[in-house]
């Protein structure tokens, strides 16, 4: 009874004297109870709680896109002082490089995608997804303005605008179609998941309707003719792995249809593959004429019909031919989405087919917008425009001649700064920088060489001439992810202590290393479990062992456990029991 009393005249102590609000902290210890109270506001100075520490504002970092630069830069972040939001149209990622394996069932669609939500969910840092798409970049305010996916209930009626401290834009591309009268009604893509998915129908489409007895044998032969525009990597694995799904599935399936199917495919250029060796480009070639698919080089297509394509040819006079076909995919290259072209006029950035950033991936004229992945290119510094700014920090001692000494000192800042350099005297074969400057200065000693600004310009007058344009991969975009968000990890320890290059045209250092794209080899499966691979130490192997370097490859890529298990599984299944010809 007393406990009670007690406990009522405490409660009525709270009620008549709210400004004496208490906090109460209850420690169970040893079966026993501690309760503790002090005044939240006592007029005293001795029982005063210092008021609250107010919370660092995070800074918000807005991605755009989740294919592979941003995927990449999405699970290498980690550094907890960001909140990042990520928008995108489709709320996973994709392996591409299987998309030509599920347009014929090699592999199922599911087994090569993973939610973002799932991939980021275990992040230390706040990240929060957005099921939009961005069609407008406010450099200015800094802000994007997005409306939801179009395939959503509210058909893209609510736009919102998002906040960002940080931009990186990784949105990739779209097909570039050069304007050619017909494709995008006629021609299918091969860029995402549903693009694979709708050709996969088609296909079995094609063979279905090829089988129906009221048609003609003329009929039958366009409906069974697959045409693919393109003989860079995707349209020829395409081409592949549809020779290997007719010949070693439908054609069991459909024994009346063998004798009209027919592939050909069309390539503006002399020669398919041309990014790979030349002992790739003829194999492949030779082996295509083997299988019977008809590869017609110096072929340009110049319009596109519902039942025939029409190219160009570059020798005979430039003749233009027709030829019917029953289903035709156009992988030619990629171009520029319009929210990027719109940005790009925005920023001054025209007549570039692509954002330009500079070697850290920052948007030229933008200090927060960064750009990576197949919507962005890096232009390079020239070293000529920058060799007074060079030649001056080289001259330590303002003799206005540069030594071989004082140039060493300052190379492998240049060689960082400007990877031509490098690039250029491993072509030429040179065993360091004395062998570049002796060629301007002529036979002496080397010593004895000691040049002035223009007998530094004629030394370093051809070093330019190695850049080269990234290609648009899904490698590069993946190395690109992966550097900027190793920058955004060290930012602040960048601002102290910097880790880049000499600065040639001002004081200091760059806070970073510039972004160095590492070519780590290519592949080019040919069909009948055989593949090209092109290594790193021009390194070629074609055959079946390539074809299991390609599956090793290819499975450790994948981006989780879940989609490795769900490949492999797809990779076994197709070889006991053939590919699935459903049309689903």
Known sequence: MNGLSLFKRASRAFDDYPSLAKLIVVCTVSGGGYVAYADANSSNGAHAVAPPVSEIRKKKVVVIGTGWAGTSFLKKLNNPSYDVQVISPR????????????????????????????????????????????????????????????????????????????????????PNTFNTPGVVEHCNFLKEVEDAQRIRRSVIDSFERASLPTLSDEERKRILHFVVVGGGPTGVEFAAELHDFVNDDLVKLYPAAKDFVQITILEAADHILNMFDKRITDFAEKKFHRDGIDVKLGSMVVKVSDKEISTKARGNGGEITAMPYGMVVWSTGIGTHPVIRSFMQQIGQTNRRALATDEWLRVEGCNSIYALGDCATINQRKVMEDIAAIFKKADKDN??????????????????????????????????????????????????????????????????????????????????GTYLANCFNRMEEAEKNPEGPIRFREEGRHRFRPFRYKHLGQFAPLGGEQTAAQLPGDWVSIGHSSQWLWYSVYASKLVSWRTRALVITDWTRRFVFGRDSSRI
């Open 91 to 174: 709320n996973y990622f994709a392996f591409t490089p299987l998309l030509p394996s599920v347009t014929c069932g090699t592999v199922e669609a599911r087994s090569i995608v993973e939610p973002i939500r799932s991939i980021v969910k275990k992040k230390s840092v706040s990240v929060s997804y957005c099921e939009a798409e961005c069609f407008k970049i406010d450099a200015e305010n800094k802000k994007v303005y997005c409306r939801p996916n179009p395939d959503s209930s509210m058909n893209g009626k609510e736009e919102f605008a998002v906040d960002y401290d940080y931009l990186v834009i990784a949105m990739g591309a779209r």
């Open 399 to 480: 003799s206005g001649t540069l030594t071989v000494k004082e140039f060493q000192e300052v190379i492998d800042d240049i060689c960082e700064r400007y990877p031509q350099v490098e690039l250029y005297l491993k072509n030429k074969k040179m065993r360091d920088i004395a062998d570049l400057l002796k060629m301007a200065k002529g036979d002496v000693a080397k010593e004895a060489i000691e040049l002035n600004i223009e007998e530094f310009k004629k030394a370093l007058s051809e070093v330019d001439s190695q850049m080269k344009n990234l290609p648009a991969t899904a490698q590069v975009a993946a190395q690109q």
